[in-house]
Protein backbone atom coordinates (compact mmCIF):
# COMPACT_ATOMS: atom_id res chain seq x y z
CA UNK A 1 0.00 0.00 0.00
CA UNK A 2 1.25 3.49 -0.74
CA UNK A 3 2.43 5.89 2.24
CA UNK A 4 -0.15 8.58 1.35
CA UNK A 5 -2.85 5.69 1.28
CA UNK A 6 -1.55 4.22 5.09
CA UNK A 7 -2.03 7.92 6.10
CA UNK A 8 -5.22 8.25 5.08
CA UNK A 9 -6.18 4.75 6.35
CA UNK A 10 -4.72 5.69 10.01
CA UNK A 11 -6.74 9.06 9.93
CA UNK A 12 -9.74 6.58 9.30
CA UNK A 13 -8.95 4.60 11.78
CA UNK A 14 -10.18 7.32 14.16
CA UNK A 15 -13.54 7.39 13.16
CA UNK A 16 -15.37 6.02 16.29
CA UNK A 17 -19.19 5.58 17.14
CA UNK A 18 -20.04 9.00 18.01
CA UNK A 19 -19.61 9.58 14.27
CA UNK A 20 -21.68 6.90 13.21
CA UNK A 21 -24.40 8.12 16.01
CA UNK A 22 -23.67 11.49 14.47
CA UNK A 23 -25.40 11.19 11.13
CA UNK A 24 -28.86 10.08 13.31
CA UNK A 25 -28.83 13.91 14.95
CA UNK A 26 -32.03 16.13 13.65
CA UNK A 27 -32.57 19.57 14.46
CA UNK A 28 -36.08 19.54 16.34
CA UNK A 29 -38.54 22.20 15.65
CA UNK A 30 -38.26 23.23 19.06
CA UNK A 31 -34.82 24.14 18.59
CA UNK A 32 -35.13 26.39 15.06
CA UNK A 33 -33.98 29.46 15.25
CA UNK A 34 -35.96 32.70 14.30
CA UNK A 35 -36.57 33.84 10.69
CA UNK A 36 -34.74 36.95 9.75
CA UNK A 37 -36.66 40.18 9.00
CA UNK A 38 -39.25 39.95 6.11
CA UNK A 39 -37.97 43.44 5.13
CA UNK A 40 -34.22 43.10 4.16
CA UNK A 41 -34.52 47.30 3.00
CA UNK A 42 -35.96 48.11 6.13
CA UNK A 43 -33.05 47.36 7.73
CA UNK A 44 -29.88 49.69 6.35
CA UNK A 45 -27.87 48.15 9.40
CA UNK A 46 -24.96 45.78 8.07
CA UNK A 47 -25.85 43.47 11.45
CA UNK A 48 -29.30 43.03 11.15
CA UNK A 49 -30.01 39.23 11.38
CA UNK A 50 -32.82 36.93 12.64
CA UNK A 51 -35.95 38.27 14.17
CA UNK A 52 -38.03 36.55 16.94
CA UNK A 53 -41.27 38.39 15.24
CA UNK A 54 -39.98 38.95 11.75
CA UNK A 55 -39.89 42.61 12.27
CA UNK A 56 -37.50 45.14 11.53
CA UNK A 57 -35.72 45.01 14.45
CA UNK A 58 -33.81 42.09 14.46
CA UNK A 59 -31.88 40.56 17.22
CA UNK A 60 -28.79 40.74 18.28
CA UNK A 61 -28.01 38.26 20.28
CA UNK A 62 -28.20 34.42 19.28
CA UNK A 63 -30.80 31.84 20.31
CA UNK A 64 -30.39 29.84 24.16
CA UNK A 65 -31.14 27.05 21.97
CA UNK A 66 -29.56 26.21 18.69
CA UNK A 67 -29.19 22.55 16.97
CA UNK A 68 -26.93 19.83 18.31
CA UNK A 69 -25.69 18.60 14.71
CA UNK A 70 -22.31 17.64 15.03
CA UNK A 71 -21.76 18.01 18.79
CA UNK A 72 -23.71 19.38 21.69
CA UNK A 73 -20.97 22.18 22.52
CA UNK A 74 -22.18 23.32 19.19
CA UNK A 75 -25.25 24.17 19.96
CA UNK A 76 -24.05 26.35 22.58
CA UNK A 77 -24.33 29.94 22.41
CA UNK A 78 -20.76 31.91 22.69
CA UNK A 79 -17.03 30.55 21.76
CA UNK A 80 -16.50 27.15 21.98
CA UNK A 81 -12.91 25.66 22.51
CA UNK A 82 -10.90 23.28 24.41
CA UNK A 83 -7.45 24.66 24.50
CA UNK A 84 -4.65 22.03 26.03
CA UNK A 85 -1.26 22.57 27.09
CA UNK A 86 1.02 24.00 24.56
CA UNK A 87 -1.88 25.77 22.15
CA UNK A 88 -2.45 29.66 21.59
CA UNK A 89 -5.16 31.58 22.35
CA UNK A 90 -7.95 32.37 20.12
CA UNK A 91 -7.09 35.66 18.30
CA UNK A 92 -8.52 39.38 20.01
CA UNK A 93 -11.04 41.69 18.15
CA UNK A 94 -13.07 38.70 16.77
CA UNK A 95 -16.67 40.49 16.50
CA UNK A 96 -18.21 38.03 13.71
CA UNK A 97 -21.86 36.62 15.13
CA UNK A 98 -20.76 33.75 14.00
CA UNK A 99 -17.74 31.44 12.73
CA UNK A 100 -16.13 27.93 13.03
CA UNK A 101 -12.73 26.24 12.35
CA UNK A 102 -12.68 22.87 11.04
CA UNK A 103 -9.83 20.32 9.87
CA UNK A 104 -11.37 19.70 6.26
CA UNK A 105 -10.19 16.56 6.14
CA UNK A 106 -10.94 14.45 9.40
CA UNK A 107 -13.59 17.26 9.90
CA UNK A 108 -12.75 17.78 13.28
CA UNK A 109 -14.38 20.94 14.48
CA UNK A 110 -11.46 23.35 16.40
CA UNK A 111 -13.19 26.00 17.84
CA UNK A 112 -16.22 27.62 16.75
CA UNK A 113 -18.92 30.73 18.19
CA UNK A 114 -22.47 30.21 17.76
CA UNK A 115 -21.93 27.76 14.84
CA UNK A 116 -25.57 27.10 14.87
CA UNK A 117 -27.20 30.23 14.72
CA UNK A 118 -29.54 30.68 11.40
CA UNK A 119 -28.29 33.56 10.03
CA UNK A 120 -28.88 35.15 5.94
CA UNK A 121 -26.03 33.95 4.52
CA UNK A 122 -25.51 36.35 0.88
CA UNK A 123 -24.01 34.88 -1.87
CA UNK A 124 -21.77 32.29 0.27
CA UNK A 125 -25.27 30.11 -0.48
CA UNK A 126 -24.18 30.13 -3.67
CA UNK A 127 -21.63 27.15 -2.61
CA UNK A 128 -24.98 25.26 -2.24
CA UNK A 129 -26.24 26.38 -5.68
CA UNK A 130 -22.91 25.28 -7.31
CA UNK A 131 -23.00 21.69 -5.11
CA UNK A 132 -26.08 20.62 -6.45
CA UNK A 133 -26.32 21.94 -9.93
CA UNK A 134 -22.71 21.99 -11.05
CA UNK A 135 -22.90 18.21 -11.53
CA UNK A 136 -25.85 18.66 -13.90
CA UNK A 137 -24.70 20.26 -17.44
CA UNK A 138 -21.46 19.44 -19.65
CA UNK A 139 -18.84 22.68 -18.97
CA UNK A 140 -19.13 22.62 -23.10
CA UNK A 141 -23.04 23.01 -23.27
CA UNK A 142 -24.16 25.89 -24.59
CA UNK A 143 -26.74 28.39 -23.74
CA UNK A 144 -28.40 31.41 -25.69
CA UNK A 145 -29.93 33.52 -23.01
CA UNK A 146 -33.90 34.81 -23.38
CA UNK A 147 -35.38 37.51 -21.69
CA UNK A 148 -37.08 35.14 -19.02
CA UNK A 149 -33.87 33.79 -17.85
CA UNK A 150 -32.92 37.16 -16.31
CA UNK A 151 -36.14 37.57 -14.81
CA UNK A 152 -36.55 38.48 -11.10
CA UNK A 153 -32.98 40.14 -10.16
CA UNK A 154 -32.87 41.72 -6.73
CA UNK A 155 -32.31 45.50 -6.99
CA UNK A 156 -28.67 45.87 -6.31
CA UNK A 157 -27.98 42.81 -7.53
CA UNK A 158 -23.99 41.61 -8.47
CA UNK A 159 -23.73 40.89 -11.73
CA UNK A 160 -20.93 39.39 -14.57
CA UNK A 161 -22.66 41.00 -17.60
CA UNK A 162 -24.87 38.39 -18.86
CA UNK A 163 -26.47 39.96 -21.79
CA UNK A 164 -30.15 38.93 -23.59
CA UNK A 165 -29.40 37.05 -27.10
CA UNK A 166 -25.69 36.07 -26.50
CA UNK A 167 -24.67 32.74 -26.00
CA UNK A 168 -22.64 31.58 -23.24
CA UNK A 169 -21.12 27.69 -22.33
CA UNK A 170 -21.90 26.91 -19.00
CA UNK A 171 -18.11 27.22 -18.09
CA UNK A 172 -18.93 30.97 -18.93
CA UNK A 173 -21.38 31.06 -16.33
CA UNK A 174 -19.56 29.17 -13.90
CA UNK A 175 -17.01 31.29 -13.52
CA UNK A 176 -19.30 34.58 -13.75
CA UNK A 177 -21.27 32.78 -10.70
CA UNK A 178 -17.77 32.08 -8.42
CA UNK A 179 -15.44 35.15 -9.97
CA UNK A 180 -18.25 38.13 -10.01
CA UNK A 181 -21.07 36.53 -7.74
CA UNK A 182 -23.18 36.86 -10.47
CA UNK A 183 -26.67 37.11 -9.90
CA UNK A 184 -27.47 36.94 -13.57
CA UNK A 185 -25.31 33.94 -14.25
CA UNK A 186 -27.15 32.14 -11.00
CA UNK A 187 -30.71 32.82 -12.42
CA UNK A 188 -29.50 31.45 -16.44
CA UNK A 189 -28.49 28.12 -14.11
CA UNK A 190 -31.08 27.87 -12.81
CA UNK A 191 -33.74 28.56 -15.93
CA UNK A 192 -31.57 25.70 -17.25
CA UNK A 193 -32.42 23.71 -14.24
CA UNK A 194 -36.17 23.90 -14.92
CA UNK A 195 -36.45 27.19 -13.23
CA UNK A 196 -35.93 29.18 -9.66
CA UNK A 197 -38.91 27.25 -8.20
CA UNK A 198 -37.33 23.97 -9.10
CA UNK A 199 -33.80 24.51 -8.17
CA UNK A 200 -35.16 25.95 -4.76
CA UNK A 201 -36.22 22.61 -4.22
CA UNK A 202 -33.40 20.87 -5.49
CA UNK A 203 -31.05 23.38 -2.86
CA UNK A 204 -32.89 22.78 0.04
CA UNK A 205 -33.28 18.99 -0.68
CA UNK A 206 -29.58 18.77 -0.87
CA UNK A 207 -28.60 20.33 2.20
CA UNK A 208 -31.30 17.75 3.81
CA UNK A 209 -28.91 15.40 2.18
CA UNK A 210 -25.82 17.10 4.01
CA UNK A 211 -27.36 17.38 7.20
CA UNK A 212 -27.70 21.34 6.70
CA UNK A 213 -30.55 21.63 9.10
CA UNK A 214 -30.22 25.31 9.88
CA UNK A 215 -30.59 26.11 5.98
CA UNK A 216 -33.64 27.18 4.34
CA UNK A 217 -33.33 28.18 0.79
CA UNK A 218 -35.93 31.36 -1.01
CA UNK A 219 -33.35 32.39 -3.77
CA UNK A 220 -30.56 30.10 -5.10
CA UNK A 221 -28.60 33.52 -5.29
CA UNK A 222 -27.94 33.94 -1.85
CA UNK A 223 -30.29 37.21 -2.08
CA UNK A 224 -31.95 38.43 1.16
CA UNK A 225 -35.31 36.96 1.41
CA UNK A 226 -37.89 36.59 3.93
CA UNK A 227 -36.75 33.09 5.69
CA UNK A 228 -33.45 32.50 3.74
CA UNK A 229 -31.12 31.56 6.46
CA UNK A 230 -27.83 29.34 6.97
CA UNK A 231 -25.47 28.87 9.07
CA UNK A 232 -21.48 28.92 9.97
CA UNK A 233 -21.75 24.85 10.12
CA UNK A 234 -24.05 24.80 7.53
CA UNK A 235 -22.38 26.97 5.13
CA UNK A 236 -18.98 24.86 5.92
CA UNK A 237 -20.40 21.73 5.09
CA UNK A 238 -21.39 23.10 2.21
CA UNK A 239 -17.63 24.08 1.08
CA UNK A 240 -16.53 20.43 2.19
CA UNK A 241 -18.81 19.07 -0.07
CA UNK A 242 -18.64 21.03 -3.05
CA UNK A 243 -14.54 20.70 -2.90
CA UNK A 244 -14.90 17.18 -3.48
CA UNK A 245 -15.51 17.94 -7.00
CA UNK A 246 -13.05 19.17 -9.59
CA UNK A 247 -14.70 21.31 -11.45
CA UNK A 248 -16.11 23.20 -7.98
CA UNK A 249 -12.04 23.33 -7.05
CA UNK A 250 -11.20 25.09 -10.25
CA UNK A 251 -13.67 27.31 -10.67
CA UNK A 252 -13.68 28.42 -6.67
CA UNK A 253 -9.78 28.88 -6.66
CA UNK A 254 -9.44 31.09 -9.90
CA UNK A 255 -8.22 34.37 -9.60
CA UNK A 256 -9.00 36.31 -13.15
CA UNK A 257 -10.52 35.31 -16.26
CA UNK A 258 -11.93 36.80 -19.72
CA UNK A 259 -15.69 36.84 -20.05
CA UNK A 260 -17.69 37.13 -23.49
CA UNK A 261 -18.59 40.34 -24.33
CA UNK A 262 -20.99 41.28 -26.33
CA UNK A 263 -21.36 40.59 -30.19
CA UNK A 264 -21.08 43.75 -32.49
CA UNK A 265 -21.38 43.52 -36.35
CA UNK A 266 -18.60 46.10 -38.19
CA UNK A 267 -18.47 46.22 -42.04
CA UNK A 268 -20.15 43.36 -42.50
CA UNK A 269 -17.82 41.15 -39.83
CA UNK A 270 -19.25 39.63 -36.67
CA UNK A 271 -17.19 40.53 -33.96
CA UNK A 272 -17.68 39.00 -30.19
CA UNK A 273 -15.35 40.87 -27.04
CA UNK A 274 -14.43 39.67 -23.80
CA UNK A 275 -13.63 41.65 -20.51
CA UNK A 276 -11.85 40.47 -17.74
CA UNK A 277 -13.55 39.45 -14.44
CA UNK A 278 -11.51 38.90 -11.03
CA UNK A 279 -12.43 37.32 -8.03
CA UNK A 280 -14.39 39.12 -5.56
CA UNK A 281 -12.80 36.79 -2.51
CA UNK A 282 -10.20 39.35 -1.08
CA UNK A 283 -8.20 36.45 0.49
CA UNK A 284 -7.31 34.86 -3.43
CA UNK A 285 -7.19 38.03 -5.21
CA UNK A 286 -5.67 40.34 -2.74
CA UNK A 287 -6.32 44.07 -2.34
CA UNK A 288 -4.73 47.33 -0.98
CA UNK A 289 -5.05 46.55 2.54
CA UNK A 290 -5.02 42.66 2.44
CA UNK A 291 -2.44 40.10 0.95
CA UNK A 292 -3.44 36.73 -0.90
CA UNK A 293 -3.60 33.98 2.35
CA UNK A 294 -0.36 31.55 1.77
CA UNK A 295 -2.19 28.55 0.61
CA UNK A 296 -5.46 30.15 -0.30
CA UNK A 297 -7.65 27.59 -2.40
CA UNK A 298 -11.11 28.89 -2.28
CA UNK A 299 -13.96 29.54 -1.49
CA UNK A 300 -17.28 31.82 -1.70
CA UNK A 301 -17.60 35.05 -0.27
CA UNK A 302 -20.79 36.96 0.12
CA UNK A 303 -22.58 40.60 1.30
CA UNK A 304 -25.91 41.92 1.66
CA UNK A 305 -27.85 44.03 3.74
CA UNK A 306 -29.35 41.84 6.07
CA UNK A 307 -26.44 39.43 6.17
CA UNK A 308 -23.89 41.95 6.04
CA UNK A 309 -20.48 39.96 5.60
CA UNK A 310 -19.78 36.86 5.40
CA UNK A 311 -17.02 34.01 3.58
CA UNK A 312 -16.11 30.59 3.72
CA UNK A 313 -12.22 29.47 3.13
CA UNK A 314 -9.85 26.73 2.42
CA UNK A 315 -6.54 27.00 2.99
CA UNK A 316 -3.38 24.20 3.19
CA UNK A 317 -0.52 24.68 5.39
CA UNK A 318 2.18 21.70 5.77
CA UNK A 319 -0.14 19.24 4.75
CA UNK A 320 -3.11 20.57 7.08
CA UNK A 321 -5.86 22.18 5.18
CA UNK A 322 -8.44 24.07 7.09
CA UNK A 323 -11.86 25.58 6.24
CA UNK A 324 -13.09 28.72 8.26
CA UNK A 325 -16.33 30.29 8.00
CA UNK A 326 -17.03 33.88 9.43
CA UNK A 327 -20.70 35.86 9.42
CA UNK A 328 -21.54 38.94 9.75
CA UNK A 329 -18.62 40.92 11.74
CA UNK A 330 -19.82 43.53 13.77
CA UNK A 331 -16.75 45.80 13.17
CA UNK A 332 -16.97 47.74 9.64
CA UNK A 333 -13.52 48.09 8.83
CA UNK A 334 -12.59 47.90 4.75
CA UNK A 335 -12.31 44.02 4.23
CA UNK A 336 -13.02 43.04 8.05
CA UNK A 337 -14.36 39.63 7.11
CA UNK A 338 -11.39 38.53 5.38
CA UNK A 339 -9.46 39.74 8.38
CA UNK A 340 -11.08 37.53 10.69
CA UNK A 341 -11.06 34.75 8.60
CA UNK A 342 -6.84 35.18 7.99
CA UNK A 343 -6.74 35.58 12.20
CA UNK A 344 -8.58 32.55 12.60
CA UNK A 345 -6.91 30.30 9.79
CA UNK A 346 -3.74 31.33 11.85
CA UNK A 347 -5.00 30.41 14.81
CA UNK A 348 -6.25 26.59 13.29
CA UNK A 349 -3.04 25.82 11.70
CA UNK A 350 -1.07 26.87 14.81
CA UNK A 351 -3.87 25.15 17.16
CA UNK A 352 -3.76 22.00 15.17
CA UNK A 353 -3.34 18.57 17.26
CA UNK A 354 -3.23 21.34 20.25
CA UNK A 355 -6.75 21.49 21.28
CA UNK A 356 -10.04 18.75 21.96
CA UNK A 357 -12.08 18.95 19.03
CA UNK A 358 -15.40 20.55 20.23
CA UNK A 359 -17.68 19.27 17.35
CA UNK A 360 -17.21 17.59 13.90
CA UNK A 361 -18.43 18.39 10.21
CA UNK A 362 -21.17 15.41 10.20
CA UNK A 363 -20.98 13.38 6.70
CA UNK A 364 -24.18 13.30 4.23
CA UNK A 365 -26.35 10.89 4.68
CA UNK A 366 -26.39 8.70 1.99
CA UNK A 367 -22.71 8.34 3.01
CA UNK A 368 -24.38 5.64 5.84
CA UNK A 369 -26.28 3.60 2.84
CA UNK A 370 -22.97 3.69 0.46
CA UNK A 371 -21.63 0.63 -0.56
CA UNK A 372 -19.38 -0.95 2.07
CA UNK A 373 -17.30 -3.10 0.18
CA UNK A 374 -13.28 -2.37 -1.15
CA UNK A 375 -13.20 0.33 -3.81
CA UNK A 376 -16.91 1.29 -3.17
CA UNK A 377 -16.93 5.07 -4.32
CA UNK A 378 -20.03 7.05 -3.56
CA UNK A 379 -18.47 10.07 -3.96
CA UNK A 380 -18.21 9.40 -8.02
CA UNK A 381 -21.87 9.85 -8.36
CA UNK A 382 -21.56 13.62 -6.89
CA UNK A 383 -19.33 14.43 -10.01
CA UNK A 384 -19.52 11.88 -12.67
CA UNK A 385 -18.13 12.77 -16.09
CA UNK A 386 -22.12 14.22 -16.63
CA UNK A 387 -20.34 17.15 -15.10
CA UNK A 388 -17.81 17.57 -17.55
CA UNK A 389 -15.51 15.88 -15.83
CA UNK A 390 -16.75 16.99 -11.85
CA UNK A 391 -15.75 14.12 -10.57
CA UNK A 392 -12.18 13.09 -11.96
CA UNK A 393 -8.47 13.16 -10.56
CA UNK A 394 -7.05 16.64 -11.46
CA UNK A 395 -3.28 16.62 -12.45
CA UNK A 396 -3.58 20.12 -13.34
CA UNK A 397 -2.69 22.87 -10.24
CA UNK A 398 -5.20 25.63 -9.69
CA UNK A 399 -4.75 28.90 -10.58
CA UNK A 400 -4.30 31.29 -8.03
CA UNK A 401 -3.09 29.67 -5.53
CA UNK A 402 -0.17 31.55 -3.52
CA UNK A 403 2.47 29.41 -1.29
CA UNK A 404 3.31 29.99 2.40
CA UNK A 405 6.01 32.50 1.62
CA UNK A 406 3.56 34.36 -0.32
CA UNK A 407 5.52 33.26 -3.81
CA UNK A 408 3.88 32.07 -7.03
CA UNK A 409 6.46 29.24 -7.04
CA UNK A 410 3.94 26.59 -5.72
CA UNK A 411 0.24 25.93 -7.42
CA UNK A 412 -1.85 24.22 -5.00
CA UNK A 413 -4.82 21.94 -5.89
CA UNK A 414 -7.37 19.85 -4.13
CA UNK A 415 -7.78 16.73 -6.29
CA UNK A 416 -10.26 13.67 -5.70
CA UNK A 417 -7.70 10.79 -5.31
CA UNK A 418 -10.05 7.84 -5.18
CA UNK A 419 -13.35 9.19 -4.20
CA UNK A 420 -14.49 7.71 -0.71
CA UNK A 421 -11.89 5.81 1.10
CA UNK A 422 -12.81 2.44 2.89
CA UNK A 423 -10.92 0.60 5.89
CA UNK A 424 -10.69 -2.52 7.10
CA UNK A 425 -11.24 -3.19 10.51
CA UNK A 426 -12.51 -6.19 12.57
CA UNK A 427 -12.38 -8.58 9.63
CA UNK A 428 -14.87 -6.35 7.57
CA UNK A 429 -14.80 -3.18 5.92
CA UNK A 430 -16.13 -0.43 7.50
CA UNK A 431 -17.07 3.45 5.01
CA UNK A 432 -15.52 6.06 6.46
CA UNK A 433 -17.92 8.46 7.61
CA UNK A 434 -15.96 11.63 8.38
CA UNK A 435 -16.09 11.60 4.43
CA UNK A 436 -12.36 13.13 4.40
CA UNK A 437 -11.55 15.42 1.80
CA UNK A 438 -8.79 13.99 -0.98
CA UNK A 439 -5.66 14.69 -0.12
CA UNK A 440 -3.29 17.87 -2.06
CA UNK A 441 -1.67 17.80 -5.12
CA UNK A 442 1.09 20.33 -5.24
CA UNK A 443 2.94 20.66 -8.37
CA UNK A 444 5.69 23.77 -9.05
CA UNK A 445 5.31 25.98 -11.61
Known amino acids: MPAPM ?34 PAASGSPSASASPSGSASPSVTPP ?34 SWIVAD ?60 EGETYTVHDLWLGVFLRSGNDAVHVLSQMNGGIAETVKDMNQHAEELQALDTNVVSPDGYDAPRQVSSAYDLTLFARSGLQKQDFREYCSTVTAKFPGETTKKKGKTRRGSFEIQNTNRLL ?14 VKNGNTTNAGATFTGVAERNGKVLLVTVMNPEKTDHNEVYKETAALLDWGFQAAGKVTPVGELVAPKGTAQASAQPGANPSASEGSGQAGGAGEVS ?37 NRRWPLPDLVRRRR
Open 395 to 431: AKPVAGAVTENGSGGMWIALAITGGLLVLLAGGGYLV
Open 104 to 163: AESGDVLAAHNAHWRLPPASTMKMLFADTVLPRFPKATVHKVEAKDLAGLGAGSSLVGIK
Open 285 to 298: SGDYDISQYPGIAG
Open 64 to 97: ANMSSVGGARLGRAGTQVAIAGGAPVLPKDLTAR
Open 6 to 39: KQTVRRSLLVTSATLASLALTTPASLAAPSPSPS
